[in-house]
């Protein structure tokens, strides 16, 4: 990421385990972060349709807010059996609260009233970076297949970490050290591609 090398950008959210795991991931790049919160920048309504139309709309407020650089990220937990949910609403199925052990809950009493249901699932994010001057957002994506477990397990991570197992492991993310899950985690996907895209600047 050699174009942004030295920059500062406002990490767009509010959501404290997000905000480490991105700086985690930006730490080798020596980019300075403050979050949308530290800056005291309020969170938007998130009212796209789309992982990508959200994480646009918080990178561009951001962006015009701090007048730095943003980066946001909008993800979640797709469920084949619930039809992709809760999907964008990941975060608003924990509530104001932001209580994941409910949500989880939530989502292990459908699954057992659905008889033979898949526990196929995947984690998704979309990543977008903003700019103060005008020029366009761009967004990188990626994804992480995997199954549920229930009970959690673990206590890494965030959000639905501790149901989630990739496919080709065994412990959950809620039980992965950080470093093993951010090379394979959805967020890692997406940056990978961020990271080959600032890189051509360099």
């Known amino acids: 990421m050699s174009g942004l090398r030295g920059a500062t950008l406002v990490v767009a959210s509010h959501n404290e ?52 650089m943003a980066l946001a990220d909008d993800s979640g937990l797709e469920i084949d059996a619930l039809g992709g949910a809760p999907g964008i609403y990941s975060a608003r199925w924990a509530g104001e609260a932001r209580d994941f052990g409910a949500a989880m809950a939530r989502i292990e009493r459908e699954l057992k009233a659905m008889p033979n249901a898949s526990r196929r699932a995947r984690f998704v994010c979309a990543l977008a970076v903003a ?28 959000g639905y970490d501790p149901i989630f197992i990739a496919d080709g492991h065994t412990l959950t993310f809620g039980e992965m050290p950080p470093d093993a899950k951010h090379a394979i985690s959805h967020r890692a996907h997406a940056f990978d591609k961020l990271v080959a895209r600032f890189a051509k600047d360099s």
């Open 17 to 68: 385990g997000k905000v480490r795991e991105i700086r985690d991931l930006l730490a080798p790049f020596a980019v300075t972060t403050r979050s949308a919160r530290e800056l005291g920048l309020p969170e938007p309504e998130e009212t796209g349709a789309t992982f990508e139309a959200n994480a646009r709309l918080k990178a561009d407020a951001a962006a015009a807010g701090a007048g730095v």
């Open 131 to 158: 700019y103060p001057d005008g020029r366009p957002t761009e967004i990188f994506e990626g994804t992480v297949e995997g199954r549920l477990t229930f009970p959690p397990r673990g206590g890494n991570g965030f």
